[in-house]
């Protein structure tokens, strides 16, 4: 009697331990999930927003936030914050910095709630002006949290916006100083490699771009890919890293991988001091069913070989069945230094946009 006691005992007792286990392993797990927040401020982020918006997000919940009720009103998103309301009134923030931050100072309350429980954080604006500029700095440092993973992604103003720059310098440098990686694209680099668009159609790029590059991290790590990126190694190449590049390629045919590697390393969409510098690299692939892990492989190759030995490199690839006989590739370089901050040294080499309505 007594044996058969002691050995229901000992029975309960494990079971109790392997409840505790499997709720630990879940509570582990929970936390190990990506949790994705994308939150776009002012009339260039909440394009952005629109721009995932409508070609969907798995794994990721959409923001956008803005102090010009007009353009909210036509924002596509999941939730759609007015910011500064009594300051503003609506109308948006002018072009200057200073309200665009103390309008978000006023709705900090309702971004902490929308981005509460995510441990990634993008923050996607166009500097320059005032909303996004202004916003992007105080939230880059106020919308910090534990085991969160802060990612600023910014364009820099076209050079027939020259009056800008001076506004894009100093919310860049803010940004770097706060969020874990700002990847910076100048949108004039953009316009240039995109083929001298007149300025609506180079915006239009421009929000593609960073929404591709916003929408294919996210599912990456959200999703089953061939080769997966996790969050861990999102950490690896992003936590307090500073500034980036991002590079995209594009081909077909033989040697697509390789072909689309050099394009994106060779045509960083930001004026990169010293590439063998860089302090990592994220590498992402995408084709069609077509596309093997050895091309896969020799992508991540190639960037190892441009870069110092020191710099970590992660690599990732996912199938998308429309891209059969092609291959798209993302290099994003982070820890680098750009021309762009360096006072007086960023020259107007690429000449003036052209000027037009969009087709
Ligand atoms: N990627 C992208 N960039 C844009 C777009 N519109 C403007 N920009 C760029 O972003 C900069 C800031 O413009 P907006 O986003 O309109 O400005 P804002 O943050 O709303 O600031 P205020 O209107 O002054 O309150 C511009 O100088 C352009 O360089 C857009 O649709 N997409
Ligand atoms: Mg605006």
Request: glycine residues 12%; contains cysteine; proline residues 3%.
């Amino acid at each position: 009697m007594d044996s058969e006691y002691t050995s229901r005992i000992s029975k309960m007792s494990m079971q109790t331990q392997d409840f505790l286990e499997a709720e630990r392993i879940e509570a582990a797990m929970r936390m190990a999930r990506p949790n994705v927040s994308v939150v776009g401020l002012g009339g260039a982020g909440s394009n952005i927003v629109s721009w995932i918006k409508q070609r969907g997000l798995t794994g990721g919940k959409l923001v956008a936030a803005n102090t010009d009720a007009a353009h909210l009103a036509i924002t596509k998103a999941d939730r759609r914050i007015l910011m500064g309301e009594k300051l503003t009134h609506g109308q948006g923030a002018g072009g200057y910095p200073d309200r665009g931050a103390e309008a978000a100072k006023d709705a900090l309350e309702d971004l902490v709630k929308e981005t509460n429980g995510s441990n990634i954080l993008f923050l996607c604006a166009g500097l320059g002006g005032g909303t996004g500029t202004g916003a992007s700095q105080v939230y880059s440092e106020a919308l910090q949290a534990p085991g969160r993973l802060v990612v600023g992604v910014v364009t820099l103003p076209f050079s027939v916006e020259r009056y800008r720059y001076e506004n894009a310098k100093k919310g860049l440098e803010r940004m770097r100083a706060h969020c874990d990686t700002v990847v910076a694209i100048d949108n004039t680099k953009l316009a240039k490699v995109a083929g001298d668009l007149p300025l609506q159609d180079a915006l239009g790029v421009a929000n593609e771009l960073v929404g591709q590059f916003v929408k294919g991290i996210t599912e990456t790590i959200t999703t089953a890919s061939l080769i997966n990126i996790d969050y861990a190694d999102l950490r690896a190449i992003m936590e307090k890293r500073g500034l980036a590049a991002i590079g995209v390629g594009y081909a077909e045919g033989e040697e697509r991988v390789e072909k689309a590697v050099r394009q994106a390393i060779e045509g960083q969409l930001l004026d990169i001091k010293d590439i063998s510098k860089a302090k990592g690299a994220l590498v992402h692939v995408s084709g069609g069913h077509d596309i093997t892990l050895e091309e896969v492989t020799k992508a991540g190759e190639l960037v190892t070989k441009s870069l110092p030995p020191t710099a970590k490199i992660v690599w990732g690839a996912r199938v998308d069945p429309t891209m059969n006989g092609h291959a798209r590739v993302m290099v994003v370089l982070t820890g680098i230094e750009s021309t762009f901050l360096s006072e007086n040294s960023y020259k107007f080499a690429l000449g003036p946009l052209k000027m037009g309505k969009a087709s």
